[in-house]
């Protein structure tokens, strides 16, 4: 495991997701392995990797997928950590107290401790992804979270859409922001100009990100198609797709819309190298800003 | 020219800038013609369009290319929009008073008056772009100017870089985003991996505003090479690429590297149909942006 600010090597796991949680968490934990045998340092799970995409409908029996953190998938994980000697990016669904539910992530440092966790802070709610009845927007902030690898920068899918949320975790000196995400198409919108335009949105818009904050940016999505349930729906086509990009916004490496262990070296120096050339830290225009915190000026 | 809200067509002028701002002013007039012959509503010149891009060198002569606001430039281009009905949105360097210069550009209305100006609130400085020496930074924030096409949208060059002035813009309802630019390539980045990178991240990082703003975005850049003079650098040989590119970051429109107008329709209903899909608007984490004022979060 390398100190902060040497490169480490990321890997994306890119999974599809059983009915079953234990099963699904049996195998993110073999993946999680697989992928440090292939010399992995830090390991990132997708959104809610525990579970099939719940909020297709809004269905209260589905909080009993909830657990806390520390809980079942943290402890799972943090003894895939402490035998490989890696660090676990690992998304919960967690069940905080009776009634109150976050989108959380957990950092699992290399020893089983919890290096951090973070809690979804931009819920979204559209046809299909019901995530509002689901979950409380996250109390804890945007987080770059310490790590022996060095500082993580986490977000969580619908956070990837907002260039607040990115800036705000790049100022605390992550050189990395991590995207786990449940992202796919309706059925109608599978293979037609629409859902290209749509994968390509979600894509460039990270790939902005990493640009304006000059660093590293991985998101990692799940796969498979799962039936809506009731609500009507058909369901989703998760694509896939998950990439890490540089501090250009170049791809460094990104996946199909099969399963997959995707693996890149991010290194940390990159970023200083990035902002000398291109010194947008510097100009700023802080003074100016305050407006940000409105909800439209009109 | 339509009412605001109703489709219109944008032209952006891409030229190149001979020594002789007379000349150039009168290239930049006939080109808004011709533009409003092909159907044009609304023009945009390239930032400084008058002049070379002196920022290759700092040198207090250069300070006499400033002129005021209204001034030489706007009154010639005020004829052209006042005969041809159109918007003109124009790029000046701008002396405001005594050693006091400003980045800036002037929006004409079809009756020759202007609708409002917008002062460049980023300013850089790099080899060969030393703009810090030459400019002000702006005092007039961001802004969305209205006007008979609707609002627009006014920012200049380094701006594109800034996730911050696109979001305050957009937040004031400019369905489009007007990006005036001089970019290009130092000699050892023509025709390179690194050159082709740059060029690209310029492009992404504008599209991921479109996206995250659901927005039009449109940048000109000046085409050709420009020696440096003094400097001891070779020059900037000026990359065109401009673009306009729809709320889902969709390219409409793209110029080559050559002399050219490029005309787009804009539709501003887009913009609400784009924020039904995407509603990011609805979800932006307000409470939490105040650090966004700060200049590090360390």
Same mark, same amino acid.
């Given at each position: 495991?390398?100190?902060?600010?040497? @490169?480490?090597?990321?890997?994306?796991?890119?999974?599809?997701?059983?009915?079953?949680?234990?099963?699904?968490?049996?195998?993110?934990?073999?993946?999680?392995?697989?992928?440090?045998?292939?010399?992995?340092?830090?390991?990132?799970?997708?959104?809610?990797? %525990?579970?099939?995409?719940?909020?297709?409908?809004?269905?209260?029996?589905? !909080?009993?997928?909830?657990?806390?953190?520390?809980?079942?998938?943290?402890?799972?994980?943090?003894?895939? #950590?402490?035998?490989?000697?890696?660090?676990?990016?690992? @998304?919960? !669904?967690?069940?905080?107290?009776?009634?109150?539910?976050?989108?959380?992530?957990?950092?699992?440092? $290399?020893?089983?401790?919890?290096?951090?966790?973070?809690?979804?802070?931009?819920?979204?709610?559209?046809?299909?992804?019901?995530?509002?009845?689901?979950? /409380? @927007?996250?109390?804890?902030?945007?987080?770059?979270?310490? /790590?022996?690898?060095?500082?993580?920068?986490?977000?969580?899918?619908? +956070?990837?859409?907002?260039?607040?949320?990115? $800036?705000?975790?790049?100022?605390?000196?992550?050189?990395?922001?991590?995207?786990?995400?449940?992202?796919? *198409?309706?059925?109608?919108?599978?293979?037609?100009?629409?859902?290209?335009?749509?994968?390509? #949105? *979600?894509?460039?818009?990270?790939?902005?990100?990493?640009?304006?904050?000059?660093?590293?940016?991985?998101?990692?999505?799940?796969?498979?198609?799962?039936?809506?349930?009731?609500?009507?729906?058909?369901?989703?086509?998760?694509?896939?797709?998950?990439?890490?990009?540089?501090?250009?916004? $170049?791809?460094?490496?990104?996946?199909?819309?099969?399963?997959?262990?995707?693996?890149? /070296?991010?290194?940390?120096?990159?970023?200083?190298?990035?902002? %000398?050339? *291109?010194?947008?830290?510097?100009?700023?225009?802080?003074?100016? !800003?305050? @407006?940000? /915190? $409105?909800?439209?000026? +009109?």
């Amino acid at each position: 495991m390398p100190n902060a600010e040497e @490169p480490f090597q990321l890997a994306l796991i890119q999974m599809p997701v059983s009915l079953d949680p234990d099963a699904s968490l049996a195998h993110a934990c073999g993946r999680v392995s697989d992928a440090a045998d292939a010399g992995a340092d830090v390991v990132c799970l997708p959104e809610l990797f %525990r579970s099939p995409y719940f909020c297709q409908s809004e269905d209260p029996a589905n !909080f009993d997928l909830a657990e806390p953190i520390p809980g079942p998938s943290t402890e799972a994980l943090a003894e895939v #950590a402490t035998d490989a000697g890696i660090v676990i990016v690992a @998304p919960i !669904f967690e069940r905080r107290g009776a009634g109150l539910y976050h989108n959380s992530l957990a950092v699992i440092e $290399r020893d089983g401790s919890i290096a951090g966790i973070y809690r979804k802070m931009h819920i979204p709610d559209d046809p299909n992804y019901y995530e509002k009845y689901y979950f /409380t @927007p996250g109390d804890l902030g945007f987080r770059a979270i310490p /790590t022996s690898a060095g500082k993580l920068g986490t977000l969580i899918c619908w +956070d990837q859409w907002y260039p607040e949320a990115a $800036r705000l975790t790049a100022l605390q000196g992550a050189p990395l922001l991590l995207y786990p995400t449940a992202i796919g *198409w309706l059925p109608d919108e599978v293979g037609n100009d629409e859902g290209a335009a749509q994968r390509d #949105a *979600w894509m460039t818009v990270q790939r902005g990100h990493a640009i304006a904050n000059n660093v590293f940016v991985a998101a990692v999505n799940r796969v498979g198609f799962e039936p809506a349930g009731g609500s009507g729906r058909d369901g989703i086509r998760f694509w896939g797709g998950s990439f890490v990009c540089d501090p250009q916004g $170049r791809i460094l490496a990104q996946a199909g819309d099969e399963e997959e262990i995707l693996l890149a /070296t991010i290194e940390p120096a990159r970023v200083e190298a990035s902002r %000398r050339a *291109w010194p947008f830290l510097r100009d700023r225009r802080i003074d100016a !800003f305050e @407006p940000l /915190t $409105r909800r439209f000026l +009109d």
